[in-house]
């Protein structure tokens, strides 16, 4: 059973910095691609940013030079480093990650969320 953790959300003044961490966990034989999305309250999930696992990174314009999303130093894990945070950027963060579970198969999974709250 493969699960996606997520980590490091919390409560920050306008400003300033978070770092979230996305981990899969359970039998994984490796990770292609990974990406955070997030849902304020009675908005639609929206992109946030992804990382291949060539290494190329793709962001919303609006966390672009803000946001910074790199593979974790343990296998299977991710960050996103979040600087000059907004309160617009108040959400629940969630991870996405594609997983190949067997040698032969690859699928999709979503982590539970972490709420990121930015104060004015």
């Known amino acids: 059973q493969v699960q996606l953790v997520e980590s490091g959300g919390g409560l920050v003044q306008a400003g300033g910095s978070l770092s979230l961490s996305c981990a899969a966990v359970?039998?994984?034989?490796?990770?292609?691609?990974m990406a955070w999305y997030r849902q304020a309250p009675g908005n639609q999930r929206e992109f946030v940013a992804e990382?291949?696992?060539?290494?190329?990174?793709r962001y919303a314009d609006s966390v672009k030079g803000r946001f910074t999303i790199s593979w974790g130093n343990a296998k299977n894990t991710g960050d996103l480093q979040m600087d000059s945070l907004k309160p617009e950027d108040t959400a629940v963060y969630c991870c996405n990650a594609d997983i190949k579970t067997t040698p032969l198969i690859w699928k999709e999974f979503w982590g539970e969320g972490t709420l990121v709250t930015v104060s004015s």
């Open positions: 359970g039998t994984v034989f490796g990770t292609r691609a």
């Open positions: 990382i291949t696992n060539t290494g190329v990174t």
